[in-house]
């Protein structure tokens, strides 16, 4: 039970942080409120919220955000340039929110089954595109590895975000104009906070300078992470387009309510890859032996985890969606039981970034990212239509099968992940010593 006990050891000790405890808070009240605004909503009104949320999350990538990880990379290599770099992120952040807010409504125009209504829901909730360039703050704190702050600012604000969005559910539920503009006004809190933050480090804005060669490396080095992010939300989101062109928004909103139940569970993989990294890095260093140990492990636990996620949500599945959001959902068990088996893959694919990692095999994920993305498109193009919410639950667990475990045998670089992954499938059946 060695290995076992060293990775509870690395566990408490790498994540029960500060940081750690105000995450896992913003994420229950982020879930709580969620379980509030869909019993205030119903099933229609959120299938609409849901279809604008997925439409403007497309072209919210677009405003800016896919900057960070190469602005965090520069703040850490060039301290010295940290006010250069800040206002070059900032300067493009905004140019980029100023484009995507035009392609986002100009496309709907264009390619959509324009209606009134709906573009002006997608006009008010798409102005949050302009508080993007205010989180290059967030950049900066990350770079330090001081993000306590930012935790506790995103916990705090998510709190005041959500008690303004179910005050405007109570009491406008049958009108989204009102909806969308206060919850709007009440996400200004978070860039405020942000901006007032930078001021008390010292690193207020007024101080940030533009450059133009460091913004020209900032984007040549970010094109590669803004394609992997386009092709991210497209495989999170195409779903939910798809469900509101070819069935009742009623339907998009049981299906939006069931999918946020299962990502809650999301946290669980990046959790665990987080935690045993670091050992997985040291089992390397030691030998091939050990290393592959240490990923059947991780993969081991994954499993297991899955095993209990999947036990509870089949006890509960029949009566949860009623007893959480009310009558109107409880129908959504048989939803949530087919959307648990993606659960398993997201834990595979996160756990296996360990090896691909290790390997310098990165540009791997774009490619098995942009396979994933349009055989979920597909497939959402070819079941919906026919079943339905059901055919986009089946789209979800084939496209994620391809691409958390099917993937790893299409590259002869990756296909010792799938001995490993086979391995640790036998032994956590068979619940064997570690």
């Known amino acids: 039970m060695t290995k076992l006990r060293a990775f509870i050891q690395g566990l408490l000790q790498a994540r029960l942080s500060t940081y750690f405890i105000w995450q896992v808070l913003q994420l229950l009240v982020s879930l709580l409120s969620n379980i509030v605004l869909?019993?205030?909503?119903?099933?229609?009104?959120?299938g609409e919220l849901s279809y604008v949320m997925a439409y403007t999350a497309i072209f919210g990538v677009i405003a800016g955000i896919w900057l960070k990880d190469i602005v965090i990379k520069e703040l850490v290599l060039y301290p010295e340039n940290t006010l250069q770099i800040?206002?070059?992120?900032?300067?493009?952040?905004?140019?980029?929110?100023?484009?995507?807010?035009?392609?986002?409504?100009?496309?709907?125009?264009?390619?959509g089954h324009f209606n009134t209504e709906q573009w002006h829901y997608i006009g008010i909730y798409g102005c949050m595109f302009f508080y993007t360039p205010l989180h290059v703050v967030y950049f900066y704190f990350d770079a330090r590895k001081i993000p306590q702050k930012i935790a506790q600012i995103n916990t705090l604000t998510t709190v005041f975000i959500n008690t303004i969005k179910l005050l405007a559910a109570y009491y406008s539920s049958t009108d989204l104009y009102s909806f969308l503009v206060?919850?709007?006004?009440?996400?200004?809190?978070?860039?405020?906070?942000?901006?007032?933050?930078?001021?008390?480090?010292?690193?207020?804005?007024?101080?940030?300078?533009?450059?133009?060669?460091?913004?020209?490396?900032?984007?040549?080095?970010?094109?590669?992470?803004?394609?992997?992010?386009?092709?991210g939300i497209l495989y999170?989101?195409?779903?939910?387009?798809?469900?509101?062109?070819?069935?009742?928004?009623?339907?998009?909103?049981?299906?939006?309510?069931?999918?946020?139940?299962?990502?809650?569970?999301?946290?669980?993989?990046?959790?665990?890859?987080?935690?045993?990294?670091?050992?997985?890095?040291?089992?390397?260093?030691?030998?091939?032996?050990?290393?592959?140990t240490s990923m059947i492990l991780l993969f081991k636990i994954c499993f297991w985890c899955f095993y209990s996620v999947a036990l509870i949500i089949a006890i509960l599945s029949p009566f949860i969606g009623e007893i959480l959001y009310g009558s109107t959902f409880g129908d959504i068990g048989y939803l949530l039981l087919g959307l648990s088996v993606c659960l398993l893959f997201v834990c595979l694919d996160t756990?296996?970034?360990?090896?691909?990692?290790?390997?310098?095999?990165?540009?791997?994920?774009?490619?098995?990212?942009?396979?994933?993305?349009?055989?979920n498109i597909g497939l959402n193009f070819l079941f919906v239509p026919q079943w339905g919410v059901s055919g986009a639950v089946l789209a979800s667990v084939f496209s994620y099968t391809f691409s958390g475990l099917l993937s790893n045998s299409c590259f002869r670089s990756m296909r010792p992940i799938m001995v490993l992954i086979r391995q640790a499938w036998r032994q956590s059946l068979l619940f064997t010593r570690f």
């Open 38 to 46: 869909v019993r205030l909503l119903g099933a229609t009104k959120l």
């Open 86 to 111: 800040l206002g070059s992120a900032w300067v493009i952040s905004v140019g980029c929110s100023i484009m995507a807010y035009g392609i986002c409504l100009g496309c709907y125009v264009v390619f």
């Open 182 to 231: 206060l919850n709007g006004l009440a996400s200004a809190s978070l860039p405020i906070a942000y901006f007032f933050l930078a001021h008390q480090q010292g690193i207020s804005m007024i101080r940030w300078r533009f450059s133009v060669s460091i913004a020209k490396s900032l984007i040549r080095q970010s094109l590669p992470v803004f394609c992997a992010k386009i092709l």
């Open 236 to 292: 999170l989101k195409v779903d939910q387009l798809i469900l509101a062109q070819y069935t009742s928004f009623s339907d998009l909103g049981k299906y939006n309510a069931a999918v946020k139940l299962i990502e809650v569970w999301y946290f669980v993989p990046m959790l665990l890859f987080t935690s045993y990294y670091p050992s997985i890095i040291e089992a390397k260093k030691k030998n091939a032996v050990a290393f592959d």
């Open 351 to 375: 756990a296996r970034n360990a090896f691909i990692y290790l390997h310098n095999l990165s540009y791997y994920m774009i490619l098995i990212n942009g396979i994933s993305t349009l055989l």
